[in-house]
């Protein structure tokens, strides 16, 4: 059986390896319209996709799988409409190839420019959010790089049926539709024999949770961009507008708890603490929020759970929230860059002064001022979609749409050129 998984895995990867070099001569306008059609083909596909997200949805019930993984997991017709938004906006998006990034003269009359171009195979490596499967493919044609999927088993019959529709589309405007794979075996094995093809992927993104993302930069031979963690922090400075934080930190914890940009940790200044605390936490409890607070915190509510060390060092990706309160911003910015995952935070101020500071020294991927950390996302950044949020500080940091998914090269013109020293 190992024998027989490798190789259909390894065929699926050289498959993709093959075709990333057809892919990569694709006209722009020819791309956009395919991505057009994709994004019509998943409205057309609708009803159908859902039927096959409830069987995904009535195993993972029988599973008891939380209430985080089964809001990931579940589609519907608003988030269909959603999906197929991003691949619009995608394709709306400027073509990446062969942007001239910078070109210059050098003294032997050599002409050089630096342009872009797809990095090649990626492989994605995801769990329970089908709509993953459709931003990667979007994403994956608009920057020329083939991709190999390999989605959880809990996402299955989701995924095929998303995979299916979009790569129906592609087939019918005459583009290699076998440039993007999606791996149906759900044995685990297959990713452990993915993650050593050195020869025919070129780069890996491992999307779901720390323990996923751990195995996989733990067992792969080949680079991965990721993020561990996202403990976001919205920090409430003593000049910040209380009206405007008790909004932007209910929709920042509330709104979507289970993703990764949803905020962990609240940090309050002392000074608008007796101001600001008791009515937030009051929002916080009308909400279901369970609060783990410190000893300055549960002084306002006495009957909240004691914040041990290890909460500010928690994704609970659920309505649980720790809270503290802080001396002043420079204790802020210590516990974010000490306590934090790097990934998106937040400070609610009217001192640009103090919002400047922020800005430049916490050492964090996306770092907002007077708004909700639910914005770090490149849909929202106006990129179309994502493959994930980088955390990594080499090529890629933050959302990783288009432009993230391409590398360059040198082209160098010359007539004649030696060497001579």
């Known amino acids: 059986m190992d024998n027989t998984l490798k190789k259909e895995i390894v065929a699926i990867a050289r498959l993709a390896k093959r075709l990333s070099f057809s892919l990569a001569k694709v006209k722009a306008e020819v791309k956009k319209d395919t991505i057009l059609a994709m994004a019509q083909s998943l409205l057309d596909n609708k009803l159908s996709i859902i039927e096959q997200n409830n069987i995904d949805l009535k195993l993972a019930s029988e599973q008891n799988q939380s209430k985080s993984f089964i809001e990931r997991l579940t589609l519907d017709g608003a988030r269909l409409e959603k999906m197929a938004q991003s691949l619009k906006s995608i394709a709306n998006i400027k073509d990446p190839m062969l942007e001239v990034i910078k070109s210059w003269r050098v003294a032997s009359g050599l002409e050089i420019k630096k ?87 070129d780069l890996v993104i491992p999307r779901g949770g720390e323990g996923l993302i751990r195995e996989v930069v733990k067992k792969s031979r080949i680079p991965v961009i990721k993020h561990y963690k996202g403990i976001c922090t919205i920090f409430m ?137 639910r914005f770090s996302d490149g849909y929202e950044f106006g990129m179309g979609a994502e493959m994930g949020i980088s955390t990594d500080k080499i090529h890629a940091r933050g959302p990783m749409a288009v432009e993230e998914l391409t590398t360059y090269k040198y082209q160098v013109y010359g007539n004649g050129q030696i060497r001579t020293n």
């Open 115 to 201: 342009v872009r171009v797809p990095i090649g195979v990626i492989a994605i490596i995801y769990e329970s959010r089908p709509d993953v499967t459709s931003d990667c493919i979007g994403l994956c044609l608009k920057s020329s790089n083939a991709l190999v999927l390999r989605g959880g088993s809990a996402a299955l019959n989701s995924n095929i049926a998303i995979y299916n529709c979009l790569i129906g589309a592609i087939k019918q405007k005459g583009l290699p539709s076998e440039a993007f794979q999606l791996i149906k075996n759900t044995d685990r094995k297959s990713v452990d024999i993915l993650l050593k093809l050195t020869d025919s992927i």
């Open 237 to 373: 400075d003593k000049d910040a507008d209380l009206e405007l934080g008790l909004k932007v930190c209910l929709n920042a914890k509330v709104q979507r708890p289970g993703v990764c940009n949803a905020m962990e940790t609240l940090l309050v200044h002392k000074e608008i603490a007796s101001k600001f605390l008791p009515r937030m936490l009051e929002q916080f409890k009308q909400n279901n929020v369970q609060i783990r607070g410190t000893a300055a915190v549960r002084k306002f509510d006495s009957s909240l759970k004691a914040a041990k060390n290890a909460d500010f060092k928690t994704e609970f990706l659920d309505l649980i929230l720790a809270v503290d309160v802080v001396k002043d911003l420079d204790e802020a910015i210590e516990h974010i860059n000490t306590y934090g995952s790097h990934h998106s935070d937040s400070i609610i101020t009217n001192d640009k002064l103090a919002a400047e500071k922020f800005l430049t020294e916490v050492d964090s991927a996306c770092v907002f001022v007077n708004a909700s950390t």
